[in-house]
């Protein structure tokens, strides 16, 4: 299913839709970006003085704007640009992304829809003794919540459990330790307010997870846990470390389907071609498309036909846009692996209803 973002996007699409993206490589501030975005900004420009001269200028003032508003992060590996007559819009990719200018009557939806599958909200728990940190994350970012709630400190003045005699008895550690759980069972409480199915990544010393975990009744939210104190640490030394373990259950998830498409190999399209074709006549339930597969085929936008060399008519460059256009309008679900992991489909697979 699309997001609202991207449903909304839909709407807004009428000819001439623009859609540009800018790989960042070696872009080290905002001026650098920024010249890598205009450069495409002219190109962008000049095609359409060509195609549609009466909305060229229009377009272009709006893709300026856009360019303008963007604030850097060295976090980007590339920006997309989407402008149409009264709508426009940027988004900031945290993956490596192919430069392209596309001029249409629809958006190109590649790197979105991609974004979107790597692009889901996760949380990130640090446990340590003295404090409880909580953050959002989307991607490879980070924010700390600051709240009511967390940061949660622990005070050595509160009661965080009802002890018996005995275990007041008990050797000085074991009460620790037992006051220890009991300010992690209130953190997990707390945590309900913000756990809606995401997954958890918990963070911090080992006992500390230990803890957490015995007393936890979050534990199947939990996908992941990553040992260490980042208590003190920049921000983005969490970063790095949370989001490799959030890639790894993404990557869990895929080959699920990868086992799915091997199992019900007769419900199976694969190449280019017979996909595109089972896609438009609505067959398609899971499309698997290789992360960079750029078949080089056009669209013969007047027979539908698929050509290996440009047509003189009207023709649409990307063959896979155009199968995974024809997918989302019967509900159907895109699905991006690793490159060279579908190379026994010709780098893209149809399961069929």
């Not at 199915?197 to 997870?209: A, E, N, R, S, Y």
């Not at 389907?257 to 199992?263: F, G, M, P, S």
Request: net charge negative; charged share 25%.
């Amino acid at each position: 299913m699309l997001s609202d973002h991207l449903v909304v996007m839909q709407k807004h699409e009428t000819p001439p839709c623009v859609s540009i993206v800018v790989a960042l490589d070696g872009a080290q501030d905002r001026k650098a970006a920024l010249q890598l975005v205009n450069q495409s900004i002219e190109e962008t420009a000049a095609h359409l003085r060509t195609a549609w001269p009466d909305k060229a200028e229009a377009l272009t003032n709006a893709l300026i704007e856009l360019s303008d508003s963007y604030t850097y992060s060295p976090v980007d590996k590339g920006i997309g640009l989407y402008v149409a007559p009264n709508y426009n819009t940027l988004f900031c990719f945290s993956f490596p992304v192919q430069a392209k200018v596309c001029l249409g009557k629809k958006f190109a939806l590649r790197e979105l829809l991609y974004q979107e599958q790597y692009g889901f909200d996760y949380l990130v728990l640090h446990l340590e003794e003295k404090k409880v940190q909580l953050y959002r994350g989307r991607m490879g970012r980070l924010e700390q919540m600051n709240d009511a709630n967390f940061p949660f400190n622990f005070d050595n003045e509160y009661d965080y459990g009802t002890t018996t005699t005995g275990e007041r008895n008990k050797d000085k550690s074991v009460v620790a330790s037992l006051r220890q759980k009991s300010f992690y069972k209130a953190a997990d409480k707390l945590l309900e307010a913000y756990l809606h199915g995401q997954p958890l990544i918990l963070t911090g010393p080992t006992k500390d997870i230990g803890y957490f975990e015995d007393v936890s009744n979050h534990k199947k939210n939990v996908t992941a846990s990553v040992h260490g104190n980042f208590s003190s640490v920049p921000l983005k030394t969490l970063e790095d470390k949370a989001w490799p373990a959030v890639k790894s259950f993404i990557e869990m998830r895929d080959q699920q389907v990868i086992r799915e498409l091997e199992d019900r190999n007769a419900q199976v399209v694969d190449g280019i071609r017979d996909v595109l074709r089972a896609a438009r006549n609505g067959q398609g339930s899971k499309l698997l498309i290789e992360k960079d597969f750029n078949p080089a085929d056009f669209t013969d936008e007047l027979t539908g036909r698929l050509r290996t060399q440009s047509p003189e008519t009207t023709h649409t460059i990307d063959a896979v846009e155009d199968a995974m256009r024809a997918v989302i309008d019967k509900n159907g679900e895109i699905i991006f692996v690793k490159d060279g992991v579908l190379e026994d489909h010709k780098h893209i697979a149809l399961i069929t209803r």
